[in-house]
């Protein structure tokens, strides 16, 4: 089996149309039918199944791609190394976090980044759980910085390395009126309006059960936001009552809060530094990973 074979192969795999994946390849149809259609008689195996409407991978087929996937990266891992050792190639790395992640903590990462390596390019997208993972599944980020709380819980294809845990609690902040009382029941938060940071779970529905459960009205008004910053100033002016974390608001100096811990509406979170399982580790990864997990554990211990 040549290499080239295993880039046609996976190309048809992505694309399940030979005339699409031939152009994608820059081939005729005919060279990559013929490609295909040899690689399956040494193998002694059909990798497809071939119909009007396009092509599906049988069983061995989808085994094959497994290995493919992981021989491809290998090569190309392979390449960056020696091309980055040559002095043509700096470090090249793509992280996916959460809102919650402090910007400052994004910037000592890239200073130990810096000082590392001098030459890099550097990718972070900032997106919730449920929108990072599938993007660390396709390998369009190389890291992600997320909740457990998300994850399927069968997750071969993914490696995870647990950093903290995480409660959602209910919390005030100086201006409001229940920051003078040292502790409160469910039932004296109902008449208050209320902000949660993200908009998993359905918070509304949430606050609708448990305050059911002790046959009282849920609150009336409930901001659900992705903006941490948002929810911070509503909290730290006396607005709203958040439904955060104290690590969430770790970040935020400038005020003064009371949490309260209200059992029936904590949400136990984990939050963890994701990797693809068959993720080919370099040296500047390694790297990476050891400077992420001191940051965090530095700005979010305990």
């Known amino acids: 089996m040549e290499l080239r074979q295993i880039k ?3 190309a048809l795999a992505d694309a399940q149309n030979f005339h699409t994946a031939a152009e994608n390849l820059g081939l005729t ?23 009007n409407s396009g092509t599906l991978l049988t069983s061995h087929g989808k085994r094959l791609r497994h290995h493919a996937q992981v021989i491809l990266a290998q090569v190309q891992a ?10 043509h190639q700096g470090v090249e790395l793509s992280i996916g976090v959460v809102p919650i992640f402090p910007d400052n903590l994004l910037i000592e990462l890239l200073e130990r980044i810096s ?6 390019r550097i990718k972070i997208v900032k997106d919730w759980s449920a ?62 309006e209320w902000v949660a940071v993200s908009i998993e779970p359905e918070w509304t529905e949430f606050l609708a059960k448990v305050y059911s459960a002790i046959d009282l009205a849920p609150p009336a ?27 969430t608001l770790c970040s935020a100096s400038d005020y ?39 940051v965090v554990k530095n700005e979010f211990r305990d």
């Open 115 to 120: 000082a590392d390596h001098g030459a890099h």
């Open 256 to 294: 003064e809060y009371r949490f309260f811990d209200i059992p029936e509406l904590r949400q136990q979170r984990i939050f963890s530094l994701c990797r693809r399982t068959r993720m080919v580790l370099r040296p500047y990864h390694r790297q990476f990973m050891q400077a992420f997990e001191d």
């Open 131 to 192: 929108e990072l993972i599938p993007m660390l599944e396709r390998g369009a980020i190389d890291f992600a910085f997320i909740s457990d709380h998300f994850l399927p819980d069968q997750a071969p294809e993914l490696t995870r390395n647990v950093l903290f845990q995480d409660q959602v609690q209910a919390v005030v902040g100086k201006d409001h009126p229940l920051f003078a009382v040292s502790s409160v029941a469910l039932e004296q938060l109902a008449g208050y």
């Open 78 to 87: 392979a390449e960056t190394e020696l091309t980055a050792r040559a002095g």
């Open 221 to 247: 008004k409930i901001i659900q936001t992705n903006s941490v910053t948002l929810a911070i100033e509503l909290i730290g002016n006396g607005h709203t009552i958040g439904l955060v974390s104290a690590k």
């Open 8 to 10: 046609y192969f996976l």
């Open 29 to 51: 149809q005919s060279a990559l039918t013929q490609s295909i259609a040899k690689l399956e008689r040494d193998l002694d195996v059909e990798l497809f199944i071939r119909s």
